[in-house]
């Protein structure tokens, strides 16, 4: 006997109950995660408007001062793999913490590092414990009600994203006036005090169950086998750090005129660029809100749309200034709109799991970042901006027609698993 088959619903676009979740978070405590991940992520980048003060200081080449920030993305993907899956395991009310005072001391060292040797090695292991930010979002997403859910990982995700836009701004203030070794040590009192206010102020982790910490890295690969909403979120994932990447690797040749564009700015104005980016993280709680209320299949699409409206008004010919602002807000909105319509629809899956879903989310999103900044290098030199631009175009619509697929094939799904 058939039944009647209902709207056809999206396994994402709705976020059902787990047994480990909470009764709920205050904003208080979604407010100090959205600042623990931001800062926990700063140090990535920390270090990057103040390169060329490092290689005066160590006197070494350009391309080696550069390296320290390499070192620390090393760290970063290091600590996705074998760190971030210990929040399924470990109690992470003593996890996160542990991690972050692991922060404050690498920075310590950072900052006292006596040759560019030492710098290197502080900076892979900064990088490592930058992953506490990784711990920390799918954490409060097992906090939140699900109901909420879309809401709070949407607000952490503001903090996140903040981190990254701000640390380069913050970092130049600082060094102007202490050099950046000052920036180092300012880091590593605030994780410091934020581990201190973390232990305090999150209540007790629930209890999971043991397992081996080798079945434990291996059954990330069980779980992305066995969910097939996390692979396709996985591969929107990839395409959306791809297209950010790039854009944001290749616009200093852009600002800076290196292939006689009109632009001709200094590397401060350059970096006060990213504030524009910063209106984009007013994208997240907007789309945590449609997330909640069971829109995220409409927030999926709209999030591609807008990242492709945001690329066309920085293709525009001539690359006005204002095009240029605009374009960097609307491109920023769509990007982030989209990542947090991806970790909505991953957070979806049983809580117990979070941690190791985020790993396995997070190392194809790294990869789509390391991808789209090499291959903007490539796109810049053979065509300049307009080919990065035409590039990122590829993607976003690639992405778009993608997420169309696979919404259709997980509606199709949907209608077959009621007959």
């Not at 920030?69 to 470990?90: C, M, N, S």
């Not at 001539?318 to 920023?332: E, H, Q, R, W, Y």
């Not at 090499?374 to 590039?391: D, F």
């Not at 976003?396 to 799904?413: I, S, T």
């Amino acid at each position: 006997m058939r039944t009647t088959p209902g709207p056809p619903t999206d396994p994402s676009s709705t976020i059902p109950a787990s047994p480990g979740d909470r009764p709920g978070i205050s904003r208080s405590l979604v407010v100090l995660f959205a600042i623990t991940c931001g800062v926990s992520v700063s140090s990535l980048y920390v270090l990057q408007p103040v390169l060329e003060e490092i290689r005066q200081d160590f006197d070494v080449s350009t391309s080696t001062a550069a390296l320290v920030v390499t070192a620390a993305q090393l760290g970063y993907a290091a600590g996705l793999l074998f760190l971030v899956p210990l929040g399924d395991l470990l109690n992470r009310k003593l996890l996160a913490p542990s991690m972050m005072v692991a922060s404050a001391v690498a920075l310590l060292l950072s900052g006292l590092a006596p040759g560019f040797g030492t710098l290197f090695v502080a900076s892979i292991l900064a990088g490592v414990c930058a992953a506490t930010a990784q711990i920390v979002l799918p954490w409060s997403s097992s906090l939140a009600v699900p109901s909420d859910r879309g809401r709070v990982v949407g607000m952490v995700m503001s903090g996140l994203l903040l981190g990254i836009l701000l640390a380069r701004v913050v970092s130049g203030l600082i060094a102007e006036f202490g050099g950046w070794r000052s920036v180092l040590f300012t880091g590593s009192a605030l994780m410091v005090v934020l581990a201190v206010v973390v232990y305090v102020s999150v209540p007790p982790d629930a209890p999971r169950p043991r397992q081996p910490y080798g079945q434990l890295l291996i059954s990330v690969a069980r779980i992305v086998r066995a969910e097939t909403m996390l692979r396709q979120r996985m591969l929107l994932g990839f395409l959306t750090m791809f297209g950010f990447s790039a854009m944001w690797t290749s616009i200093a040749f852009l600002l800076s005129g290196s292939r006689g564009e009109h632009f001709s700015y200094s590397e401060a104005a350059i970096g006060l660029f990213g504030l524009a980016g910063v209106a984009g993280a007013a994208a997240a709680p907007l789309f945590g809100k449609l997330a909640d209320r069971g829109h995220l299949r409409m927030a999926s699409t709209a999030a591609w749309v807008v990242t492709i409206i945001g690329w066309l008004s920085l293709a525009w010919p001539g690359t006005p200034l204002a095009a240029l602002v605009i374009g960097l807000v609307v491109f920023d909105f769509g990007v982030q709109a989209s990542q947090l319509a991806n970790q909505s629809a991953i957070y979806s899956l049983a809580s117990e799991e979070r941690s190791r879903v985020t790993t396995a989310y997070m190392v194809t999103y790294f990869a789509g970042a390391v991808a789209g900044s090499v291959s903007s290098g490539y796109a810049y030199g053979a065509g300049g901006w307009i080919a990065v631009c035409l590039s990122g175009i590829g993607v976003a619509v690639a992405g778009l027609l993608a997420w169309l697929v696979f919404d259709r094939w997980n509606e199709r799904r949907a209608g077959q698993s009621v007959r």
